[in-house]
């Protein structure tokens, strides 16, 4: 069978958003994720950027309308109800409006802010959106760092494994297994298992722990000092803290180009405390992989993961996590695996437990570009290219077969072909689909 061609595939990313768009916000993928995610959205309007300037920037300041007075933004926003998603508004009750979860996920905006004004077309425009933007996103990273790091040590803590966006993955189990399941949990029916394979899904143990989460947090009213004290999870995550490094990095130089200079100076304070710290408490010696560091036992969690990549895209990587990398996509037909093959928790088809998913290819391959390990991600990008070309545009794809998984249509997966495959400019004949870096 003929592949499909490049261009083939850029109309379907396309049509892939908009089937996705109600109208100023795009779900991740209709029916398994009818409602508006953080990170999501933010890396969708990179996609949305490259056909429909005025649309991705919708996108975001859409995500900002539900920013919490002290800052925060939701992981969820529940623009209207949908009584096939689990666990929805009526069980979040955080009593906001629009509705909305009570926990946050890793602050790409700001990343993705400045890439989208840096391919902008229209320059005006996304300046003037940029500086509307400009005061939330400052609002949201001062929210991390006072709320999640209120000792001022230089890393953010995690409350809850839906905060990471890798709900599963194999640096939570020791964590999660001291959560005790609350005797008193009300009776639920996860509605992601009518959509996907439970082979492919997290297991009912821990959505037991997830909701138990859910509850103390909201007997917790959500009080942000109460659910750091309290929350008997509680984290180091390795990528919320790189996402939010190289988001502070990128919102210094948003300040720069907008002349906020005690803007500019105050993250600039982050920035420092955060490029002190992190090296020291996650990166493992050998290796150079960042490692999550479990704040209630204090010790570095000893799991594997893809997380601990990103400190690539932090400005932080080094030759040892280099040579870390250049191995890991090795291990499988496929790279990057999620978690290394022969791994004891490696699971090829089960969620963060071993398949390849594209946005973390896109961030991990981004900062491996810029910090010099550029066979790898050279690799990253071929084979993320190969996998949607094969697979369509899946949630995520078996790293040794590239059977495509998880949910189908998926949003960030066509943005993913659209902002960092498909780029325009490059000579490409109808048949080099699988390797677009020819």
Not at 38 to 45: H, K, M, P, R, Y
Not at 132 to 158: I, K, Q, S, Y
Not at 185 to 196: T, W
Not at 227 to 234: C, G, I, Q, T
Request: proline share 8%.
């Amino acid at each position: 069978m003929t592949p499909p061609a490049a261009e083939s595939l850029r109309e379907r990313a396309i049509a892939v958003l908009r089937a996705n768009d109600r109208g100023g916000y795009t779900v991740p993928s209709a029916g398994l994720y009818p409602f508006q995610w953080n990170w999501d959205s933010c890396l969708v309007a990179l996609g949305w950027a490259c056909f429909d300037e005025p649309r991705a920037w919708q996108e975001i300041e859409t995500l900002f309308a539900a920013q919490w007075p002290d800052g925060m933004v939701p992981h969820i926003v529940f623009h209207r109800d949908d009584p096939g998603y689990f666990p929805g508004p009526a069980v979040w009750a955080t009593g906001r409006r629009p509705a909305s979860s009570g926990i946050t996920q890793p602050p790409v905006a700001a990343s993705c802010v400045r890439w989208m004004l840096e391919r902008a077309v229209d320059r005006e425009a996304a300046l003037a959106a940029v500086a509307r933007l400009f005061p939330r996103l400052l609002a949201w990273h001062a929210w991390f760092h006072r709320a999640r790091d209120p000792e001022e040590r230089g890393f953010v803590a995690t409350v809850h494994p839906w905060e990471t966006g890798m709900d599963n993955s194999p640096a939570w189990d020791a964590p999660l297994a001291a959560v005790v399941p609350a005797p008193d949990l009300a009776p639920y029916e996860r509605r992601d298992l009518a959509h996907v394979d439970a082979a492919q899904r997290p297991t009912r143990a821990e959505y037991d722990r997830y909701m138990t989460l859910v509850q103390l947090f909201r007997e917790l009213a959500y009080d942000p000092a109460e659910m750091v004290a309290r929350s008997p999870f509680l984290v180091v995550d390795p990528g919320t803290n790189a996402i939010l490094l190289r988001a502070d990095r990128d919102l210094a130089q948003l300040a720069r180009i907008l002349g906020e200079k005690e803007a500019e100076a105050r993250i600039g304070i982050w920035i420092a405390r955060a490029e002190a710290a992190l090296p020291r408490l996650l990166a493992d010696p050998e290796s150079g992989l960042w490692h999550a560091f479990d704040l209630r036992r204090e010790c570095r969690i000893p799991a594997r993961t893809h997380a601990g990549f990103l400190a690539f895209l932090a400005g932080l990587g080094d030759a040892r996590l280099a040579a870390t990398l250049d191995h890991w996509v090795d291990t499988t037909r496929y790279a990057l695996s999620s978690v290394p093959a022969g791994d004891p928790a490696f699971d090829r088809r089960r969620y963060w437990r071993g398949p390849v998913w594209p946005v973390a290819n896109l961030l991990i391959g981004r900062g491996a570009q810029e910090r010099g390990a550029e066979k790898a991600a050279r690799r990253l990008r071929r084979d993320t290219a190969a996998l949607i070309a094969g697979g369509g545009f899946r949630e995520y794809f078996d790293p040794l077969s590239g059977e495509g998984l998880g949910g189908a249509c998926f949003g960030w997966t066509a943005a993913v072909w659209l902002a960092w495959i498909d780029q325009p400019g490059r000579d490409r004949g109808p048949d080099d689909w699988s390797d677009p870096l020819k």
